[in-house]
């Protein structure tokens, strides 16, 4: 059931090298990036109920950090209308659901995609504002079962959350490993490659939320979260480049790819120049003075993480086993 | 291949990375002299604060000394630096429209980001606008033609001021010092002229320092005449192998042609080769000391072209002017007779080719007259003479 | 935190004519400001319409080697710029998200000059080949002959608009 097997990728025997075009980057992206929505908004749907039964009155949240959670189900749907077109068979992309294949994350992520819709749609129904549900609830009366799923959601928003941490976790670390497994490339042979995608998605999502009117203290909250996300995903990215370093003569090969190759200046630069390094430290700076991130930071976030995964995509693409002989000739 | 400097990267790649390094320091420099504030940049136009000329020429100086002082010592190669080329036309017209736009939005391009990532909203809309701006003159070169032949009116090539103006350029230097120091006194005046109706732009170091002002102008300038002195004293001469550089035979011919003025041929052959025919208007040199004094009276930047039997590529003699520039004849003599005397066939249909082979022919039918003539010549037959009766063609790009 | 003072302007000069320095030794080239949205629209041009772009005379120059027309020092740099111009901002206390203005006009005309100058100014340094960055600095201290030209045409230029442009400003 996997959309492309090859061994042998390798421009003499199979004349195109990047089977995947840009269409695939930008699904990994909004899949990162829904990941990390549904991982934070269930974790703050967490943190709110423990602060619930603590203090007499949480602090309630702002508008827009209630509503976020409406944001996976639209972007997903948007990701996923980008894989689409990148299949070659469009029309054939329902038989995902008529198979479950446990040794192909193709099947896996179909899967995951069509669990995602009920958590987060149900998770942002029980973290709207209460006007907007009465209001909804009034609307959609005429199907009284919708009213009935929306109040069991009510009752088991702990679970919800839960269930949207775990949903997110699993959406992120496959993003990373729709890659990882691809034997035939080299630069995503690695098991690394799932984490370092679930934290760089987690921290694109952290970033997506700082894009809209959040109330400061949740300016902060993100902000601190992010700060820590990128050094981790710095840490994961230098793992996962020693990794490949000490690996083998077509692991290195690939890796050159990012150290020397051809797509070392563009790596560097909006990676981990601009997308990890910039933000951290002005987020460091601006938290230390006591100042509340602002969105300047989030943009470079989320330049940085669509950077990674579209040069890792058509680096990983450019490398393979039987190239790495040129690669190491330079 | 002399002087250190520009560094040469193993690839492409590493010398790109060097890019963020350069330009991270120049938009913190930026950000830091003010640069960032449109208000700060427009107020140089209203003489409120003339930070921008200040900071503009206090640059340009330290690197302009900077650089040829390096030059001079030999440790720069100026061959390998890229310098803007010339053309007059498109560069007056363009900068009168830049700083047209630079009062308008308060902003140069460079700033324009560096407000941009101060968080000015105005900044980011500046920027844009460029990207707007481009592509309409992009649109309108392809529509306009008048706009095209602008766009490429005045070239000069590479050109700078000691060339045009007929200056060394260590005496310019000291010029261009002395007059920006005068404008920077000039420009404290003015300052405080104006300073009564100053518009306080905002964090601009308060008037206290202007006495570090004078200091730190007065300093700077003595230290760079100072550099410049060095710079513009007899530096010790840069022993270095010049390693010519081919020319085709073809290109050869085209220019014999064309009658440049700046070619010079030389034949290092011995006298018996030199019997069954030379390239037209060369001098026999087979003896390279003897040439020396004929080299010695040749304007600077002279294109020598050197030619031996087969094309092996010679060796420049240490006391051969190194103002001139040299070259080798690929495939020596023997490349001027298949590549330039002989009739060639066309090889396809292509309409192209068959023009380059007609052209090849007219050169062929030109040539193989003339080699006969000069060979019977024994005396150095004059440099410049027989082609400069010729029409010139304008080779301007 | 309250804002620091901007540098001394000589001192801010000689920082950056070392930076400037530097960039020659280093790369062989000076610093630049305008090729990032030439380039971009050279990229985007060799997608949409890869013959109208190879043929057109700006264009045309940064599709030659049939490369990424963004693979080039100066965009590189640029990208560098902006890092430096926000970390500088961050750590003097100055990053704010407002519009600079003067007293006597109000946010949208400020933005609506500052679009309109963009667009001058994107032309302007299509038609010169750079901008006040690369012509005027860089190549102003490699003694390029019209660079000079370029940077006395800037000056004649803004202060022949000031006029005009005071209510914006003053």
Known sequence: MNEFTSTRSNHLIDPVLHAWGWEVPIYLFLGGMVAGIMVLSGWMALRRQGAGMSSARAAAPSRALSLLPWASPFLISIGMMFLWLDLENGFNAHRFYFVFEPGSPMSWGSWILLGIYPASILLAWTMSPSEFREGWMKRLSFVPALGRIGDWAMQHMRFMAGANIAMGAALGIYTGVLLGTMASRPLWNSAILGPLFLVSGISTGAAFMLLYRLADRERIFLGKLDMSLIAVELLLLALWMIGLATAGAASRGALWALIGGPYTAAFWTLVVALGLLTPLIGEWIELRHGAVPGRLPAILVLVGGLSLRWILVYAGQFTSWAGDLTATLH | MSGLFPLEFLNEEAHLLTGILMGFFFGFTLERAGFGNARKLAAQFYFHDMAVFKVMFTAILVAMVGLYSLVAMGVVDMSRMWINPTFIWAQVIGGFLLGVGFIVSGLCPGTSMVSMFSGRIDGLVAFLGMFIGSFVFIVSIDWFPSLARLYVAGSMGTSTLPDVLGVSAPVLILGIVVMAGLGMIGAEVVERIFQKRRQAVELTPAPTPRARNWKFALTGSLAMLVVGAIAASPAPPVVASVEPVAIEPLSLAEDLIAGDPNLMVLDLRSATMTENGMVPDALPAADRAAALPYLQTLAPDTRVVVYDEVGIRPEIPQDWPRTLRYYFLAGGFEGWRTGVLTPVEPASYDLEHREQVARQNQIAAFFSGAAVQSSAVSAPPPVISSGGAKKKKNRGC | ?170
Do not use: H
């Not at chain 3, 990032?36 to 890869?50: D, E, N, Q």
């Not at chain 3, 043929?55 to 902006?82: F, Q, R, T």
């Not at chain 3, 963009?118 to 002959?145: D, P």
């Open chain 3, 1 to 170: 935190m309250k804002p620091k003072s901007y540098w001394n302007p000589y001192l801010a000069g000689i920082v950056l004519g070392l930076v400037l320095l530097g960039s020659f030794l280093i790369a062989g080239q000076g610093l630049g400001g305008s090729a990032l949205p030439k380039r971009t629209i050279a990229l985007v041009g060799s997608k949409v319409a890869p013959e109208a772009s190879a043929a057109n005379p700006v264009l045309g120059g940064y599709l030659e080697d049939d490369s990424n027309p963004l693979k080039n020092w100066i965009v590189v740099e640029m990208i560098g710029v902006m890092m430096g111009g926000f970390i500088g901002a961050v750590s003097a206390g100055r990053f704010k998200a407002t519009v600079e203005k003067g007293p006597r006009t109000t946010t949208k005309t400020r933005l609506v000059y500052a679009l309109i100058g963009g667009i001058i100014m994107g032309f302007a340094a299509g038609l010169a080949r750079g901008c006040t960055s690369g012509q005027a600095l860089s190549g102003g201290a490699l003694l390029a002959t019209g660079s000079w030209a370029f940077m006395l045409m800037v000056f004649a230029g803004g202060y022949t608009f000031a006029y005009f442009m005071r209510r914006q400003w003053t």
